[in-house]
């Protein structure tokens, strides 16, 4: 059982990515999920969150340019991120919450000037 995201790379700022995190195991639906990242240097912090309703949180630093989503159908778990900046530099990781917790290995995203 294991996480998988997809979808990371090199864009300007301005740009856009989608991150995918597909889910292995059974149960998608039943657990909240959250995008985290991490930068050189600095701590892992949650990006957004999703719970199992549906019902979204962000950090201030990305509302209103990034959108997490669900598909329960497929077992995946999306972040959209527009208006991509320097800062948003990072390896992101996807999150399954739940008795056992999962983490993705990571996809790393990459802004430039």
């Known amino acids: 059982v294991q996480l998988v995201e997809s979808g990371g790379g090199l864009v300007q700022a301005g740009g856009s990515l989608r991150l995918s995190c597909t889910f292995s195991?059974?149960?998608?639906?039943?657990?909240?999920m959250a995008w985290y990242r991490q930068a050189p240097g600095k701590q892992r912090e949650l990006v957004a969150g999703?719970?199992?309703?549906?019902?979204?949180n962000y950090a201030d630093s990305v509302k209103g340019r990034f959108t997490i989503s669900r598909d329960n159908a497929k077992n995946t778990m999306y972040l959209q991120m527009n208006s991509l900046k320097p800062e948003d530099t990072a390896v992101y990781y996807c999150?399954?919450?739940?008795?056992?917790?999962?983490w993705g290995r990571g996809t790393q995203v990459t802004v430039s000037s």
């Open positions: 999703i719970a199992s309703s549906g019902g979204t």
């Open positions: 195991g059974s149960g998608f639906s039943f657990n909240a």
């Open positions: 999150y399954r919450s739940g008795l056992i917790e999962y």
